[in-house]
């Protein structure tokens, strides 16, 4: 394994000389595998409103960042949510309302069931919560409105009030503490313990695992709406996932890595300088927190230690663990808000550019980009996780003065 930094853009890069170069092991079908894909998929696609979001080709950008090609998944659309988020809280509620209906009646429940209000006198005492920097609480909220059941949700000091009332307009009670995202996790653990609710968390940790693993296999509905986009002498070469804890870079690795390893696509995490908790885990081969003193402008990704089941697909199938820092972030957003040359204008969040901004800082180290043949034959995917999920943060950004 090797560390190198590029102080031009102050990132830091770790290549992953113990990637395992085959197909995907049979050990990490125990924590994510197809059929927990295809179920998701299954489940999700007979929602209201579901439909399969935009891959957007950005050509004029890929000729200024001189690579071949990049697309780019618009998910600031999905369910009217804002974020990919949508894929994973509310599948995540709805497994566990199914579970627990099920144990009461003592026979299997379907969606239709749920949806219909045959039991909601009974769905209306469940509670499940979580803890949040937005998305994925307001994912959780839409989860619980739409199948009956009362939520609770954690969020820290830093979380914008834009999100605040984003999560409270479908239903939920919100509670805010202070500190960071993971002494929020920690108190939503303290309190749905003693008051017997459902955590419903995108991040897992030692004796939770069920319901992040569900999370993750919502996500993987992205991956298959991609590759049915593709035909395989077009699948990208180079895939950049932004990673908080890691479960949604872990759900796009796993997915690709199952279609296309005959492809040799390289994987690339993305973190940003100021939470760096999978570079540093990487470093050290073992999960390692990372105490976050200052909150970065992608908040979605402001994430102190990493999920355990996504660190067990990433530290096997990842190429390249790098961070990027807030300095950019802006400019990309405004970059795509206004259309490069005949590229058209996207509404992308401050998560979003995560990708290009990891793809340009790369471009700047040529030891790396040759590492990993990043060249003018790349074809490279980048994801758009979310849109303008607080819209006054989003316009501030985009109508900020050079």
């Keep these: ?70 697309h780019y998944k618009d998910e600031s659309t999905r369910f009217g949510l804002g974020s990919f988020k949508a894929l994973g809280g509310a599948f995540g509620v709805l497994q566990y309302v199914r579970k627990k209906l099920q144990d009461q009646m003592n026979h299997e429940i379907t969606l239709k069931d749920i949806k219909n209000g045959k039991y909601k006198d009974i ?38 009030e834009g999100r605040k009332n984003a999560m409270e307009e479908f239903g939920a009670n919100v509670i805010r503490i ?50 049915d986009d593709f035909e395989e002498h077009e699948f990208p070469t180079h895939i950049f996932l932004q990673a908080g804890v890691g479960g949604f870079a872990a759900a796009m690795c796993m997915r690709f890595w199952n279609t296309c390893f005959i492809n040799k696509i390289k994987i690339i995490i993305v973190e940003p300088t100021l939470a760096p908790c999978l570079i540093d885990s990487m470093r050290a081969g073992e999960i390692q927190i990372f105490d976050i003193k200052k909150e970065t402008i992608m908040s979605g990704l402001s994430c102190g230690e990493p999920s355990i089941l996504a660190w067990e697909i990433l530290k096997n199938g990842a190429d390249i663990f790098m961070t990027i820092n807030d300095r950019n972030i802006p400019e990309l957003m405004r970059l795509l808000a206004n259309g490069q040359g005949d590229d058209q204008p996207i509404e992308a969040g401050e998560c979003s550019v995560s990708g290009l901004a990891a793809l340009m800082a790369i471009q ?39």
Excluded at 38 to 61: G, M
């Design 178 to 227: 202070n500190g960071n995202y993971d002494d929020s996790l920690k108190v939503c653990i303290d309190e749905s313990e003693k008051n017997n609710w459902q955590i419903i968390s995108d991040t897992s940790y030692e004796g939770y695992t069920e319901y992040p693993r569900y999370i993750m296999a919502g996500y993987t509905v992205m991956a298959k709406e991609i590759l």
């Design 1 to 70: 394994m090797k560390n190198t930094t590029n102080k031009n853009c102050s990132s830091e890069f770790f290549l992953n000389l113990k990637k395992i170069d085959d197909h995907y092991p049979e050990f990490l079908k125990e924590v994510l595998n197809e059929n927990d894909s295809e179920s998701a998929y299954q489940e999700i696609k007979n929602w209201k409103n579901y439909e399969p979001t935009k891959l957007i080709s950005l050509d004029d950008l890929a000729k200024k960042t001189k690579v071949k090609k990049i």
């Design 123 to 160: 769905i209306s005492d469940y509670v499940v919560s979580t803890a949040t920097d937005g998305n994925h609480g307001r994912s959780v909220a839409y989860g619980a409105q739409i199948f009956g059941c009362q939520c609770q949700i954690f969020i820290h000091s830093e979380v914008s």
């Design 364 to 402: 700047e180290n040529k030891e790396i980009s040759d590492a990993i043949n990043l060249n003018h034959n790349s074809r490279v995917l980048v994801f758009g996780t979310e849109g303008a999920t607080d819209p006054d943060i989003y316009d501030a950004i985009i109508n900020e003065e050079k």
